[in-house]
């Protein structure tokens, strides 16, 4: 009997973690602007990608290449669905007369995984969505928090709800009826009492009041996290802000000052040709006049030095890369690289499997206005995970090629795969001598398309570490800020370090290594005078 349980729970299981899936994957009640946005199928894989150790991360990407993301999300969502099954079937088989209570205890379990898991990440791409749309910050992460908790909890009443439908429906199939599994296999009783329906019915009322006072509490004590960090932040004089300014973002080129090139937009094109389908010339409004989209981007120069200042975050918009590849008639599989010519002479190859990820952008505006003339208009790259000079500016022509074109840093020695290093950088305190008391420290840190996990900050020279506050960043390719209290034990010099640690768990190195060739490395320190 408890193996016939098994299997029919486990069926419906199985049919409830598709339902689930069905509905992460189509985003409802996940929406910015009016369109539904899979925000917590997005975040379930990238919490699961960053379990995954940092070699066997590798691995997959090198075999797979561009299958490597949308496999991966969907042996996630798969790996959702195999787990619902097995779930299933241990309830039906454990509490075989307590089906209605299993079916709460379910909706319980998927909204505290779904919680503790997806809501995190989810709220930071929804709150970077809204933002995008001029949304205060307040305000964004107000309405991502707001509309991910009221999904979880639809998602988990939404599975149990198909897992006890289910259930029933295979028992009634299996000439065996609803009652029959919520009592006394040996009885052969025919259906439920009617005392024994209105108990039931009395528990599962009273477990999905306890969902939703759960949902509340959850929802509670988030945002009260969420302001006892801020209040954190707000203490700390000296923070960058979380979105720098056009005029005060970083400039590096090749060019001599005051030389970099001013492009007409009138009269510029876009040509894109080398093995694809077709040669094309796209002028600058063909191409904002296609589908379009925008998302927060840190910048840092190749020759950034530990603790620089050569790095920087914005709103961007553009086209995808692959978008104007498609227009072209794709890409031929002899093509390699992807080798870029800019109105200032500068070249630039990208391997194609970079050029052509979802999210590599040819970007025309910035923090919500037109490119600036040192920023690249009309019309500049966005490489996830890669420094500046893998983002060429003021491009005319993109060429697909089958040699390994090589770039203009790079002939001169530097790295030519350039992929951001983790890095963390103190910006508070504003001064090198500082009263006894409580010490606000706070900084930056980054690592291209991995992400943040950690910061950490010594005020002994490394002999031990303290954990920083991270404040959410702005979204996956973005630095983020920290924030920490420290008390010295007394009037003196202190050498400070920080460290960060990337989303795949990797601590930065500690070596310290000049900018030539693959970028610095090395714990930002800081000297600090205590006095009384």
């Not at 505290?112 to 997806?118: H, M, R």
């Not at 770039?407 to 790295?415: D, R, V």
């Amino acid at each position: 009997m408890q193996q016939r349980f098994f299997w029919r729970g486990a069926a419906a299981g199985g049919l409830a973690g598709a339902g689930l899936v069905w509905a992460l994957v189509g985003g409802w009640l996940t929406t910015v602007n009016g369109v539904r946005v899979p925000a917590l199928a997005g975040a379930l894989a990238e919490r699961a990608r960053a379990l995954l150790p940092l070699q066997v991360l590798g691995l997959f990407i090198v075999r797979f290449k561009f299958a490597a993301k949308p496999l991966g999300f969907w042996t996630t969502m798969g790996t959702i669905v195999v787990i619902c099954v097995v779930a299933g079937g241990l309830w039906a088989a454990w509490r075989p007369r307590r089906l209605l209570v299993s079916a709460a205890a379910a909706a319980l379990t998927v909204g505290a995984v779904l919680g503790l898991l997806a809501v995190p990440p989810a709220m930071t791409y929804l709150a970077a969505g809204y933002g995008a749309q001029g949304v205060a910050d307040v305000d964004a992460h107000a309405m991502a928090l707001r509309s991910v908790v009221l999904a979880t909890a639809a998602y988990a009443l939404f599975t149990a709800a198909i897992f006890v439908l289910a259930l029933f429906v295979l028992q009634r199939r299996k000439n065996d009826s609803l009652s029959a599994a919520v009592s006394d296999s040996r009885a052969g009783s025919a259906g439920l009492s009617r005392r024994e329906f209105l108990s039931r019915s009395v528990v599962l009322t009273g477990a999905l009041a306890g969902a939703g006072v759960l949902v509340q509490w959850m929802t509670a004590a988030t945002a009260k996290a969420a302001a006892t960090a801020q209040a954190l932040f707000d203490r700390i004089r000296g923070l960058p802000p979380e979105v720098t300014p056009t005029d005060k973002f970083y400039t590096v080129s090749k060019n001599p000052s005051g030389l970099d090139p001013k492009v007409d937009a009138a009269k510029w094109t876009l040509e894109i040709s080398g093995l694809v389908g077709k040669t094309v010339k796209l002028a600058y409004d063909e191409i904002r006049s296609m589908p379009s989209f925008s998302r927060y981007h840190t910048l840092e120069c190749i020759s950034n030095d530990v603790g620089g200042d050569l790095i920087g975050n914005a709103m961007w918009k553009g086209v995808r890369f692959r978008d104007l590849i498609e227009h072209a008639g794709g890409v031929n599989p002899k093509a390699i690289r992807f080798a870029f010519r800019c109105a200032d002479g500068y070249p630039e190859g990208i391997p194609v499997v970079d050029a052509m990820r979802p999210d590599t952008m040819l970007a025309y505006e910035m923090n919500g206005a037109p490119l600036t003339p040192v920023h690249g208009y009309p019309l500049r790259m966005l490489n996830p995970g890669h420094f500046g000079m893998k983002n060429p500016k003021w491009i005319t022509k993109i060429e697909a090629v089958s040699t390994n074109f090589t770039g203009y840093w790079e002939a001169s020695g530097w790295s030519d795969e350039a992929v951001v290093k983790t890095m963390s950088a103190f910006r508070a305190p504003e001064n090198d001598t500082v009263p006894l008391g409580e010490v606000e420290l706070g900084g930056v840190a980054y690592s291209g398309d991995r992400g943040i996990k950690e910061v950490e900050v010594s005020p002994d020279g490394g002999k031990t570490w303290l954990k920083a506050e991270l404040k959410n960043p702005l979204g996956p390719y973005t630095w983020v800020l920290w924030a920490a209290v420290w008390t010295p034990t007394g009037p003196g010099e202190y050498t400070l370090k920080a460290r960060a640690r990337d989303g795949t768990g990797v601590v930065q190195a500690s070596q310290q290594t000049n900018t030539l060739p693959d970028g610095a490395s090395g714990y930002h320190t800081i000297r600090v005078r205590v006095k009384k």
